[in-house]
């Protein structure tokens, strides 16, 4: 083969092999759709405490305040301090 004709079987060669290329999928700005769920969230109000939940595990949620209640009042009494919110 002459070098011109090794040329042009390369080129051609390059051309098939990157024209049989599928386009990347990284390039297809804007398909993403945000998907969320709205959930609804239940409260249960402590003394101290107001924890947001969802429906799921209520009882967990009721243990959580009981604990969070007892740890309340053991570091009030540990720090000689009473730890409030302001409401507003």
Known sequence: MQPSTLGRLVATLAFVILSAVAPAGAQQFGRNQV???????KVL???????YYDSEAPDAV???????E???TRLTELLGHNCRASSR
Not at 35 to 41: D, G, K, L
Not at 45 to 51: D, L, S, Y
Not at 62 to 68: D, K, L, T, Y
């Open 35 to 41: 998907r969320h769920h709205s959930f609804e969230f």
């Open 62 to 68: 009721r243990m959580a305040a009981r604990m969070a």
């Open 45 to 51: 109000r402590t003394e101290h405490f107001a924890i």
């Open 70 to 72: 007892r740890w309340h």
